[in-house]
């Protein structure tokens, strides 16, 4: 079983990094992580002394804080980050949000919302791990049974998933209901794939099910925001969108959901393309099936 961390692409915006990792930070890395967060621009003009004064952390704080992030040291975070905050202010910004105030008119909450999904899915861009994803749709093209969980929201995305790739003739189900989860993935061996959605990679019932499955010797993919998470520390194969951040009377739910639609269907059409001829030809099966029943 792969071992599971947080990606460590370094062209991913070192702030939507932060973002995404800071609930599995230490009290100091917090600190630190919530000060650059805050004033990215005063920490690219800070020598490694500095930002040790004006965020109260230590020398050794901010060297492991960016070798976890995948650099070699401060200097390169810090050429990193300079890049991002000069060449990609204008996202940056967009990335606090667009809070849906009491008197916004209609016009408003529509260019808001699309600004919001379009901002999510250009960040979720930024930082798909593509030897993640191939790794993930060659599983699936080989596995014995796929079977995806969710509840609430992200059953919605578990049960598209199905829909989807059901008709590539692989053996899969689809649960939501908890019970039935736990169930189904005491049956699991290593021969399967559990694809387990749960935007905050905290639902209870949902971690404890990637767990027994992991026990059992399964392949367990999660589909989370970006961030360090029960969920991901259990799945060998992490898939992320980006973390949430959520404004007022927004909520990300929607949004979120649109990026890990994409993220579906990117996985969906790679392992077509692994599974070749026989993968198309029964999705145009099922796509012939699913045509008659509509009106002429």
Same mark, same amino acid.
């Given at each position: 079983m792969?071992?599971?961390?947080?990606?460590?692409?370094?062209?991913?915006?070192?702030?939507?990094?932060?973002?995404?990792?800071?609930?599995?930070?230490?009290?100091?890395e917090?600190?630190?992580?919530?000060?650059?967060?805050?004033?990215?621009?005063?920490?690219?003009?800070?020598?490694?002394?500095?930002?040790?004064?004006?965020?109260?952390?230590?020398?050794?704080?901010?060297i492991?804080?960016?070798?976890?992030?995948?650099?070699?040291g401060?200097?390169?975070?810090r050429?990193?980050?300079i890049?991002?905050?000069?060449?990609?202010?204008?996202?940056?910004?967009?990335?606090?949000?667009?809070?849906?105030?009491?008197?916004?008119?209609?016009?408003?909450?529509?260019?808001?919302?699309?600004?919001?999904?379009?901002?999510?899915?250009?960040?979720?861009?930024?930082i798909?791990?593509?030897?993640?994803?191939e790794?993930?749709?060659?599983l699936?093209?080989?596995?014995?049974?796929?079977?995806?969980?969710?509840?609430?929201?992200?059953?919605?995305?578990?049960?598209?998933a199905?829909?989807?790739?059901?008709?590539?003739?692989?053996?899969?189900?689809?649960?939501?209901?908890?019970?039935?989860?736990?169930?189904? &993935? +005491?049956?699991? #061996?290593d021969? =399967?794939? @559990?694809?387990?959605?749960? %935007?905050?990679?905290?639902? !209870?019932?949902?971690?404890?099910?990637?767990?027994?499955?992991?026990?059992?010797?399964?392949?367990?993919?999660?589909?989370?925001?970006?961030?360090?998470?029960?969920?991901?520390?259990?799945a060998?194969?992490?898939?992320?969108?980006?973390?949430?951040?959520?404004?007022q009377?927004?909520?990300?739910?929607?949004?979120?959901? &649109? +990026?890990?639609? #994409?993220l579906? =269907?990117? @996985?969906?059409?790679?392992? %077509?393309?692994i599974?070749? !001829?026989?993968?198309?030809d029964?999705?145009q099966?099922?796509?012939?099936?699913?045509?008659?029943?509509?009106?002429q």
């Open positions: 792969e071992h599971s961390s947080p990606p460590n692409d370094n062209n991913a915006n070192i702030l939507l990094k932060l973002r995404g990792i800071r609930d599995g930070l230490n009290s100091a917090q600190r630190l992580a919530d000060y650059i967060l805050e004033s990215p621009e005063d920490v690219v003009l800070q020598t490694i002394q500095e930002l040790e004064n004006h965020s109260g952390t230590s020398y050794a704080t901010i492991r804080f960016t070798k976890k992030l995948g650099f070699g401060y200097k390169e975070f050429n990193t980050l890049k991002d905050v000069t060449s990609d202010q204008e996202e940056l910004e967009a990335s606090s949000g667009f809070p849906v105030e009491l008197d916004d008119s209609l016009d408003t909450i529509i260019r808001k919302t699309f600004q919001n999904s379009i901002r999510i899915l250009n960040e979720t861009r930024r798909i791990d593509v030897k993640m994803l790794k993930a749709a060659e699936i093209s080989n596995t014995r049974e796929l079977i995806f969980i969710g509840t609430g929201a992200s059953g919605v995305i578990a049960r598209y199905y829909i989807r790739f059901f008709r590539l003739g692989i053996p899969c189900t689809v649960e939501t209901d908890i019970t039935l989860v736990k169930i189904k &993935t +005491a049956l699991l #061996n021969e =399967d794939v @559990l694809l387990a959605v749960s %935007s905050s990679g905290r639902s !209870e019932k949902i971690v404890d099910s990637a767990k027994i499955a992991s026990e059992r010797g399964a392949n367990v993919i999660s589909l989370t925001d970006y961030a360090v998470s029960p969920l991901t520390k259990i060998g194969y992490p898939l992320f969108t980006t973390p949430r951040n959520v404004a009377f927004l909520d990300m739910e929607m949004p979120l959901t &649109t +990026a890990q639609m #994409n579906i =269907d990117i @996985l969906f059409l790679y392992t %077509s393309i599974m070749g !001829e026989d993968a198309f029964k999705f099966q099922t796509k012939a099936v699913s045509d008659s029943e509509k009106i």
